[in-house]
């Protein structure tokens, strides 16, 4: 999947999103917009892992979804 369809239903992967990475709040989720460099920046800050990391558990999720629709 490519992470512009997530990015185009935002609202439908939020659930997803959220089940993920549980302490990113609904203010963030919004904030976030579906914009991939944004969810990697709150996860280093909600996790305070690095950049490397947030952007692999990222890439995790966009496979793990690759199959799921919205």
Do not use: H
């Not at 992470?3 to 302490?23: A, L």
């Not at 917009?33 to 892992?49: F, H, N, T, V």
Request: aromatic share 8%; proline share 1%; net charge negative.
């Amino acid at each position: 999947m490519q992470w512009d369809t997530i990015e185009g239903n935002w609202k439908q992967f939020k659930g997803k999103v959220k089940e993920q990475w549980g302490k990113l709040t609904d203010d963030d989720l919004d904030r976030i917009a579906g914009k991939k460099d944004q969810l990697a920046g709150r996860l280093q800050e909600s996790y305070g892992i690095g950049k490397d990391d947030a952007e692999k558990q990222i890439r995790e999720f966009e496979a793990k979804n690759s199959d799921t629709r919205p």
